[in-house]
């Protein structure tokens, strides 16, 4: 039996990117799901002073979505941050470290993440387990944000957030309970063909779906966080769209005293590679952007529609 265990890593690398563009990206935990491949969201729960904060994030390790809450420290100056994580995911006990972004020269940096752990462990299965995905997971986390990075000059360009919003004069609990089950969704969207669902921890959903786009039919996969009491649905896609790079979206429902407010919220990095093979030769990003923006926003209406359907049948606010 293995009582406790600890471990401590570093890895370095190069990014041709400004070091403060690389640590504007580090500090930019909410964004952090766009950034990085394996995280899936982030809740801001405390922000002190612009340095101290406290997080909550959810991870996809090893197909496996964890979730922990960090307490981390930010030092814009040395383009450094400290974190800790104050609750880790089992079977970690402590998990903490530091990633700084150093200037190698006016337009490159050396990007350098160091992390520590101990666990308490039931066997060698359990160790085994945690030095393989905290090496999967740092180098991921370097190589994300590097990537990201490079493409400095243009990332105003390919980043995309919008939404929409509908009224409907019915209880949040209804119209939240149509987002929540999306495994009914091909009965009443002529663009979701099929979805298969699986929730095995609760509040946390696996979701797979088929949609028809002028495009042809597309699968998509993804990961959503349900938060009942405040009746909101985040999601990653981890397969998403063609065109996209990365997707994550939130829905929200916010009573009022006649009904409720419905919101699609998307952010999208597009993926300029896929733009001659999905709208042609001649196609620009600007072309691009229009497009995500049309299919995506078109594709929520109906849904917002059908949940406003769905409530509004059922129970009439005056």
């Not at 490079?150 to 119209?175: M, N, Q, Y």
Request: hydrophobic fraction near 40%.
């Amino acid at each position: 039996m293995i009582a406790e265990h600890a471990d401590e890593t570093a890895r370095t690398v190069h990014a041709s990117a400004p070091a403060g563009v690389a640590y504007a990206l580090m500090a930019d935990a909410p964004n952090w799901p766009l950034y990085f491949s394996s995280v899936i969201h982030v809740e801001q729960l405390e922000f002190d002073d612009g340095v101290r904060e406290r997080m909550r994030t959810w991870t996809l390790l090893d197909s496996q979505v964890k979730s922990w809450t960090t307490q981390r420290c930010l030092d814009p100056v040395a383009r450094r941050m400290e974190f800790c994580q104050e609750i880790p995911a089992p079977p970690f006990r402590t998990a903490g470290g530091t990633l700084s972004a150093r200037p190698v020269g006016p337009h490159d940096s050396e990007l350098e993440l160091r992390y520590g752990y101990s666990l308490g462990a039931d066997g060698p299965e359990d160790l085994e387990w945690a030095r393989r995905v905290t090496d999967a997971h740092c180098r991921a986390q370097l190589s994300d944000l590097k990537a990201f990075a490079e493409r400095w000059s243009r990332l105003d360009e390919l980043v995309l957030s919008f939404e929409d919003t509908v009224h409907i004069k019915g209880p949040a609990e209804l119209v939240y309970d149509f987002l929540y089950r999306a495994a009914d969704w091909p009965d009443l969207a002529p663009h979701v063909r099929q979805v298969d669902l699986t929730e095995s921890v609760p509040g946390i959903q696996h979701m797979t779906m088929r949609t028809v786009t002028e495009y042809g039919t597309h699968t998509t996969a993804s990961v959503r966080i349900c938060f009942p009491h405040a009746e909101r649905i985040v999601y990653k896609q981890t397969v998403p769209l063609p065109l996209l790079e990365a997707h994550t979206g939130e829905w929200s429902v916010v009573a009022d005293e006649h009904g409720v407010t419905v919101t699609a919220l998307h952010s999208v990095v597009l993926s300029e590679e896929q733009i001659p093979d999905v709208l042609g030769e001649r196609a620009t990003l600007a072309d691009a952007r229009r497009h995500v923006r049309e299919v995506l926003g078109r594709n929520s209406r109906v849904l917002l529609a059908h949940a406003k359907t769905h409530a509004e049948s059922a129970v009439r606010m005056l």
